[in-house]
């Protein structure tokens, strides 16, 4: 079983405006509402791949009960724990040129509440894996993914995590299966600024050094890199015309994992990765099964250095 972790859940609500002014009176062309939280994109694209996981986290509030039901509606298991305080609601704001989130803080959390949910992980097993996703709500501290990924590995599971900047960093020498930062992510992490992709490499290879069993930066529309063993790979941008990029970091992970579960296989798994994340973005909201597979079908990755 994959479980997906999301600590601060939330209730992404997109605005589209054909044009949007600051300090101004805007009517919206049409709005949605999606359930967020990287850890649920990441259960909501494996649903379209047909692979079985169950969503962790803190929900709460009529927000919550929206991402509960959304989720299991299309497949996923659910085993979040129930709080008092409302899951936060997120504002994706569109227009024809740009995408902005106002991404709110997140509820308050009890030790109660901290304490149902760590019961959760007493389920795991050495034949599952676990991905942790997004921001820890203040309440929980910046270490407690740390704790968290203890106490999976403790049960003889694997992890794989996406969150930001050192915090990412810290988690690497206990082996998580893919770290995935983007390009900006990655010059945050070690204080650069890249100019060309070649730039990256060392640092894609100092990841790996540091305990990722694989690692993928990721460039939007520049295509991403796999670092694995001793090798580099490529995988080719696909041209199309983008309606929303909300989740495509989460789509490239679900993917990644999906595949990683049934094969083990580095490549296969970053193909598919890249496959998901491509349709995410070209979808306005998660891609059928017929175009995923039609963009698994585009994908071309090649290998760009053998690591010396
Ligand atoms: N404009 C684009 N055109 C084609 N593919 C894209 C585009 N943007 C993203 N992708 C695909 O999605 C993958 C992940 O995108 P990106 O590098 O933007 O991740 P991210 O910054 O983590 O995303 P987000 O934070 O929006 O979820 C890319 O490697 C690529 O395969
Ligand atoms: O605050 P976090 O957890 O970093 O990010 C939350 C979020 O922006 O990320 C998802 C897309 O990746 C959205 O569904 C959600 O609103």
New binding site residues.
């Given amino acids: 079983m994959i479980y997906t972790v999301t600590l601060n859940p939330a209730l992404d609500y997109f605005m589209e405006y054909n044009q949007f002014e600051e300090g101004k009176v805007n009517r919206t062309r049409l709005t949605k509402m999606l359930p967020g939280g990287?850890g649920i994109?990441e259960s909501r694209m494996m649903n379209r791949l047909e692979v079985e996981n169950t969503a962790l986290g803190f929900i709460g509030g009529f927000a919550g009960r929206f991402i509960d039901d959304f989720l299991k509606s299309e497949g996923s298991q659910t085993a979040f724990t129930p709080i008092f305080a409302e899951t936060r609601i997120n504002v994706k704001i569109k227009t024809r040129s740009n995408e902005t989130s106002l991404d709110a803080a997140g509820p308050n959390l009890t030790d109660d509440d901290v304490k149902k949910f760590r019961k959760e992980f007493e389920r795991l097993s050495e034949n599952d894996s676990v991905v942790f996703a997004g921001t820890i709500p203040r309440a929980l501290g910046e270490t407690f993914y740390q704790r968290l990924i203890r106490e999976v590995k403790s049960y003889g599971a694997e992890f794989a995590i996406?969150v930001d900047g050192g915090k990412l960093l810290e988690t690497l020498s206990a082996g998580p299966i893919v770290v995935?930062?983007?390009?900006?992510?990655l010059e945050e992490i070690f204080s650069v600024k890249f100019e060309k992709t070649e730039e990256v490499i060392p640092y894609g290879k100092k990841m790996l050094a540091m305990g990722a069993q694989n690692v993928?930066v990721?460039?939007?529309?520049d295509?991403?890199l796999l670092f694995t063993d001793d090798k580099v790979y490529f995988?080719e941008?696909?041209?199309?015309i983008?309606k929303n990029?909300?989740?495509?970091?989460?789509?490239?992970m679900a993917g990644f994992l999906a595949e990683w579960s049934k094969s083990h296989d580095a490549i296969a798994a970053f193909k598919r990765?890249?496959a998901?994340?491509?349709a995410?973005?070209?979808s306005e909201d998660m891609p059928s099964k017929v175009f995923l597979e039609k963009c698994f079908n585009q994908i071309k990755i090649k290998e760009i250095s053998n690591g010396n």
Avoid: Q, R
Avoid at 180 to 185: A, T
Avoid at 237 to 240: L, T
Avoid at 245 to 251: F, L, N, R, Y
């Fill in positions: 990287k994109m996406d995935k930062p983007n390009l900006e992510e993928i990721s460039m939007a529309g295509g991403a995988a941008p696909v041209k199309g983008v990029s909300i989740g495509a970091g989460d789509s490239t990765g890249i998901c994340g491509t995410k973005v070209f």
